[in-house]
């Protein structure tokens, strides 16, 4: 993110003075700058997605296959990065489905976004979904949930600050029959 704002710096001051020509020097400092930061930024783990292409589980698999895409719904597709498929992961209709997702260590997690299925029946069949973590030793612990439908467009986005746990499950908290239908999971945060 500050790299981003950084890198914007030139932009943004020949827009709003575009009679004051801004000097190459400052341009190229600034650029170091953003370097720099994103540099920082990796090195302590900031704005990292700590979900990509770890262990998911989940409680079953519904062997479908999305009909844009040349591969079957599967776990690993959920911390693949990518988003353009109808959907990459769903469990079978079943009593309180879960998938969950395990950073290999205790992490400090800032932020959770779920990124829903593309096609269709957005809140059908999965609400109200719990989101629960773990230290990996322990139970899970309920931290958000959502009672409303949510998609890729719309994803569900959840702020934890000063949040720390390995694993993380979303699960259904219905009593009646469920399924869940995602297309990526992503935690922010860093290393401890
Ligand atoms: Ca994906």
């Given at each position: 993110m500050l790299e981003g704002v950084i890198g914007r710096v030139p932009?943004?001051?020949?827009?709003?003075?575009?009679?004051?020509?801004?000097p190459s020097v400052v341009a190229r400092w600034l650029a170091?700058?953003?370097?720099?930061?994103?540099l920082w930024?990796?090195?302590?783990?900031?704005?990292?997605?700590?979900?990509?292409?770890?262990?998911?589980?989940?409680?079953?698999?519904?062997?479908?296959?999305?009909r844009n895409s040349p591969f079957p719904a599967e776990p690993a597709r959920l911390v693949d990065g990518s988003k353009?498929?109808?959907?990459?992961?769903?469990?079978?209709?079943?009593?309180?489905?879960?998938?969950?997702?395990?950073?290999?260590?205790v992490q400090r997690i800032e932020e959770v976004i779920v990124t829903g299925r593309r096609d269709c029946c957005w809140g059908y069949r999965d609400l109200p979904l719990a989101l629960e973590?773990?230290?990996?030793?322990?139970?899970?612990?309920?931290?958000?949930?959502?009672?409303?439908?949510f998609s890729d467009r719309e994803p569900w986005r959840i702020r934890l600050p000063g949040a720390r746990g390995r694993q993380l499950r979303l699960r259904v908290a219905s009593e009646q029959a469920a399924k869940?239908?995602?297309t990526?999971?992503?935690?922010?945060?860093s290393r401890d």
């Open positions: 932009e943004l001051a020949r827009r709003a003075f575009p009679q004051v020509p801004v170091l700058l953003a370097s720099l930061a994103a930024g990796s090195c302590f783990g900031f704005d990292r997605n700590l979900a990509r292409d770890k262990l998911v589980t989940m409680s079953s698999m519904c062997g479908a296959r999305p353009w498929r109808e959907y990459d992961a769903c469990t079978a209709t079943e009593h309180q489905p879960w998938i969950a997702v395990d950073l290999g260590t973590l773990s230290d990996g030793a322990g139970s899970f612990q309920e931290v958000a949930r959502r009672e409303q439908p869940i239908v995602l990526e999971i992503e935690v922010f945060g």
